[in-house]
Structures are given as structure tokens and as C-alpha cells.
């Protein structure tokens, strides 16, 4: 499971250096893509695969499927960590994302996430917590 909040900067390269705690669990080659809120999701290679088997049950034949399916396959590049410990991300992921120079990696659960850090720091502002864990019983949490 992947957990906590990492500040980074990405170079003018598009390279990345990924939390040592974050490489343990990600293994030598893991998938980076498009994600929502306007990151970008990074899964470990077992886990993408599970991700990519749902994708391919969706129908083909509804087009919100075939769009959703669309986002996350086109978008999606392997990766692999370098001597120092960076990934580069490419510059169509870079750009969906806004990743410029501050970044920020966060684990949540099953995927990491990595935001450009003004962004993160203006949609996850948690002000309303007490009504979204009133909502949470119905989702069995």
C-alpha cells in the first residue's frame, strides 16, 4: 500500500526523482498515465495489469466506456528508474498534468499520484471533512 505526501521538483528534462519508499514497492518498471483531478496515477506493474483487465471487460459498444477506456491507455507510459533514482516522465503527461518544476507524490492506497503542487495545495483542502465522512457509511466505510 502506498502511503504519504512527498514534495519534489521535476527538472526542466521532465525528470523525477521517486520517494525511495515509493521505488521499494513500485519495482524496477511501473506505469505512469493520465489520472483524474488533472494528476497523473502511477501503478505498480500488478497492479496496472488488474486495472487493465477491468478496462477491457468495459463494452465496447457504450462510449462512455470506450472514452474512459481511452483516457487512461493512451495516456499510459512504462517507466523505469534510473541510478539516481528519477523517472522521466513524458511531456504530454507533463503538460495534461501542469507539472512544471514543484511537485508533489502521494500514495493512496493501490496507485500514487503526482500533482503540481500549487494545484494540489488549491483542490485538497479538507475544510468539509466532517460532511464527506457522514456520506462514507454508504460506501461501507
Avoid at 30 to 58: I, M, Q
Amino acid at each position: 500500500m502506498f502511503i504519504g505526501e512527498y514534495s519534489h521538483t521535476i527538472d526542466t528534462k521532465g525528470r523525477l526523482i521517486v520517494p525511495s519508499k515509493f521505488r521499494e514497492q513500485l519495482g524496477e518498471e511501473f506505469v505512469v498515465t493520465k489520472g483524474l483531478d488533472g494528476c497523473l496515477f502511477v501503478y505498480e506493474n500488478t497492479e496496472w495489469k488488474s486495472f487493465e483487465e477491468k478496462l477491457r471487460a468495459l463494452p465496447l459498444t457504450n462510449a462512455n466506456a470506450r472514452k474512459f477506456t481511452r483516457f487512461f491507455l493512451a495516456g499510459a507510459n512504462s517507466c523505469e528508474v534510473d541510478k539516481q533514482g528519477r523517472i522521466l516522465i513524458p511531456a504530454v503527461l507533463r503538460e495534461f498534468a501542469n507539472l512544471e518544476k514543484d511537485v508533489v507524490l502521494v500514495g493512496v492506497g493501490n496507485r500514487i499520484e503526482i500533482w503540481n503542487k500549487a494545484i494540489w495545495a488549491e483542490k485538497n483542502v479538507y475544510d468539509d471533512m466532517d460532511e464527506i465522512a457522514e456520506n462514507m457509511e454508504g460506501l461501507g466505510i
